[in-house]
């Protein structure tokens, strides 16, 4: 339910800044797992200057603040998200090159970036090639895959606070670890992401690129919604392939499934809420634990009103 107050800052958005404001924005169309309950406000900047417009006003207002890179490696639960969501997705997606660094805006897609290290004949980014999500959401996740991971090749970012200050931060203070950063509880949000990535061999590096776009369209099930690999590594272990063996593929709850076709993935089947989700995470979590004592912890970022 918006309120008076929320009303007011939705008055002095509008009045201030050129870019979307919705209320009661349902986030079912705002994630790629298609689940998701309404925010009660949702902006949509679409520049680095209309983002700290928005910051300035709302840092005055003191309502409840989300985040949202372009949704797809998050679980919004069924009653949304109290006070405002300003989701990045349509935002900051530059790009220039200066001697061996490559500078992308964080709204850049991960997989569209992986092309573009390509095209300027370097390597070390193949791994991100059907990676789904932003760039600036990539690092703050350490994102990665076949072996390659975002810490491997971010020199630098650029961010910014709650209030709209800019800052730089150098790779070593991100914090880098399996899936984490230090953005993580910072509170700050990625505006642009440097990489230095070495010169390689254009057709070895597009060649690889191909071969596990080859691998990612015949073993994950892209054709449905899904927020990615659901479960982290657990040490020693595939999470995909401790799940299959204990005869969870294709398990279902209400419109939640463990994918058919890797079950490393959980889709949304049809008409799925985030409560069949999370009850699907509980029952696999259950289930591996008492079978072969590893304890699975999702990869994906669940949030919203519980």
Same mark, same amino acid.
Do not use: W
């Given at each position: 339910?918006? =309120?008076?107050?929320?009303?007011?800052?939705?008055?002095?958005? =509008?009045?201030?800044?050129?870019?979307?404001?919705?209320?009661?924005?349902?986030?079912?169309?705002?994630?790629?797992?298609?689940?998701?309950?309404?925010?009660?406000?949702?902006?949509?900047?679409?520049?680095?200057?209309?983002?700290?417009?928005?910051?300035?006003?709302?840092?005055?207002?003191?309502?409840?603040?989300?985040?949202?890179?372009?949704?797809? =490696?998050?679980l919004v639960r069924d009653k949304g998200i109290r006070g405002v969501v300003i989701k990045l997705g349509n935002m900051l997606r530059?790009?220039?090159? =200066?001697?061996?660094?490559?500078?992308?805006?964080?709204?850049?897609?991960?997989?569209?970036?992986?092309?573009?290290?390509?095209?300027?004949?370097?390597?070390?980014?193949?791994?991100?090639?059907?990676?789904?999500?932003?760039?600036g959401g990539a690092v703050y996740m350490n994102a990665g895959a076949y072996d390659g991971e975002m810490q491997n090749i971010v020199h630098s970012v650029k961010v910014m606070d709650r209030q709209g200050n800019e800052q730089a931060l150098t790779a070593s203070e991100l914090g880098f670890s399996y899936r984490k950063t230090n953005l993580q509880n910072s509170g700050f949000i990625v505006t642009e992401v440097t990489l230095q990535v070495p010169v390689g061999d254009k057709a070895a590096i597009k060649a690889k690129?191909?071969?596990?776009?080859r691998r990612r369209v015949s073993k994950q099930p892209l054709e449905m919604p899904s927020a990615g690999s659901m479960f982290k590594r657990p040490p020693g272990h595939f999470a995909g392939t401790l799940i299959d063996q204990a005869g969870l593929k294709g398990y279902t709850v209400g419109g939640a499934q463990i994918s058919t076709k890797h079950a490393g993935f959980v889709v949304n089947a049809g008409g799925a809420t985030a409560a069949d989700v999370l009850q699907l995470i509980s029952d696999v979590q259950t289930k591996i634990k008492a079978g072969v004592g590893v304890e699975l912890q999702p990869e994906v970022l669940v949030i919203g009103e519980e």
């Open positions: 339910m918006v =309120n008076k107050e929320l009303l007011n800052l939705v008055e002095q958005l =509008n009045s201030s800044v050129s870019c979307s404001v919705r209320l009661n924005e349902l986030m079912s169309g705002h994630t790629s797992f298609k689940i998701g309950g309404p925010a009660d406000v949702l902006v949509l900047p679409e520049s680095a200057e209309q983002l700290k417009e928005v910051l300035h006003i709302i840092s005055r207002a003191e309502v409840p603040l989300t985040l949202l890179g372009n949704g797809s =490696n998050v530059d790009f220039y090159e =200066n001697d061996d660094l490559l500078t992308f805006g964080a709204g850049y897609s991960l997989a569209l970036a992986s092309h573009k290290v390509m095209e300027c004949g370097r390597t070390g980014m193949e791994f991100a090639v059907g990676i789904p999500g932003s760039i690129m191909e071969d596990f776009s």
